[in-house]
């Protein structure tokens, strides 16, 4: 099993672009997070998702989108990249019976 | 607001110098705390959860405890393959998604 995976590692962008970061999980679980770590804030809450076609705004949304077409996909969009936006994103599932969450290894954008 | 505040921010250890690591919480209702590593450039791997004041887990080295205000991580005669940032979370309340509230980390560093 790959666990979490997220697609692109890397990601240079300009003020104004678009981009979408990939997560994909195998271990059929129901929910999907995506977070944003910065230095000294800590991980913080971007949006997550109970199933599929589900999605909630976590603790910082604004400037993002997210999609969950498939249980197994958790797609985050960024119509607009601003700097204020350049950190490490990563991607994280759970499943209902069980409340750990299981972390992808990081995609690191940086919008210049 | 749940609130999560490790100390201290960084640590530095000898090997074999055995110390410990403080998560303190407030939290309206709390369901677990869940301790994670992280190395550099990597997404967090989990370690413990805890449930209820008074509970221990114990892992190799590590030992992880809890109070009804705060959890301590014990690393006992640590080696330096022990470095690495050490992240506490918490999830409260209710809901159906096991969103949790990360504190900012202890960095820790193992020396021979």
């Known amino acids: 099993n790959a666990g979490v995976t997220q697609t692109p590692k890397f990601r240079v962008l300009k003020t104004g672009q678009s981009m979408t970061l990939l997560c994909a999980q195998d271990?059929?679980?129901?929910?999907m997070y995506w977070y944003r770590q910065d230095p000294g804030m800590g991980l913080r809450l971007i949006h997550y998702?109970?199933?599929?076609?589900?999605?909630a705004k976590g603790e910082v949304p604004d400037g993002y989108n997210v999609s969950r077409l498939k249980k197994q996909n958790f797609l985050l969009g960024l119509e607009s990249a601003a700097p204020s936006q350049t950190s490490v994103y990563f991607c994280?599932?759970?499943?209902?019976?069980?409340?750990?969450?299981?972390f992808g290894p990081g995609t690191r954008l940086t919008v210049l | 607001e749940d609130q999560v505040t490790q100390s201290p921010e960084a640590l530095r250890l000898q090997e074999g110098e055995s110390s410990s690591l403080n998560c303190s919480y407030t939290?309206?209702?709390?369901?677990?705390l869940f301790w994670y590593r992280q190395d550099p450039g990597k997404g967090p791997e989990f370690l413990f959860t805890?449930?209820?004041a008074g509970e221990e887990k114990e892992k190799e080295r590590l030992k992880a405890t809890l109070t009804k205000k705060e959890s301590f991580l014990h690393i006992t005669a640590p080696k330096p393959e022990d470095s690495a940032t050490y992240l506490c979370?918490?999830?409260?309340?209710?809901?159906?998604?096991?969103?949790?509230?990360f504190g900012t980390g202890t960095r820790l560093q193992v020396t021979l």
């Open positions: 994280a599932s759970s499943g209902t019976s069980t409340v750990r969450q299981f």
């Open positions: 271990m059929n679980h129901e929910y």
């Open positions: 998702s109970v199933g599929e076609g589900t999605t």
């Open positions: 939290v309206s209702g709390l369901r677990g």
């Open positions: 805890l449930y209820s």
């Open positions: 979370a918490v999830q409260a309340g209710g809901g159906t998604a096991s969103k949790l509230t």
